[in-house]
């Protein structure tokens, strides 16, 4: 069974850092792409960043220069670490992986306090 799970959630002030980590157990190959979503109270959840095993990267234009995704291909894990955080950056963060199939981590609460 394909499991992703998210670490690294907490509560920061306003302009501080964290880093969130995913790791995928129960599969025997590499996910093409994987990446985080996040969706705040009463909104739709949305695409935050998204890096393929080639290395490309993909960000949300609220993320651009503050936040980063890394990936380690060969263990199925991938990060994202967030500077410069916003209290509208407080959601919960979604692991996410793809190969043939959508794969989802259970989610990991971020919030920042102002």
């Known amino acids: 069974q394909v499991q992703l799970v998210e670490s690294g959630g907490g509560l920061v002030q306003a302009g501080g850092s964290l880093r969130l980590s995913c790791a995928a157990s129960?599969?025997?190959?590499?996910?093409?792409?994987m990446g985080w979503f996040r969706q705040a109270p009463g909104k739709q959840r949305e695409l935050v960043a998204t890096?393929?095993?080639?290395?490309?990267?993909n960000y949300v234009d609220s993320a651009k220069g503050r936040f980063t995704i890394s990936s380690d291909n060969a263990q199925n894990m991938v990060f994202l670490q967030m500077n410069s955080l916003k209290p509208e950056d407080t959601a919960v963060y979604y692991c996410?992986?793809?190969?043939?199939?959508?794969?989802w981590g259970q989610g990991t609460q971020v919030t920042v306090s102002s």
């Open positions: 129960g599969i025997s190959f590499t996910l093409n792409s």
């Open positions: 890096i393929t095993s080639g290395g490309g990267t």
């Open positions: 996410w992986g793809w190969r043939a199939k959508n794969y």
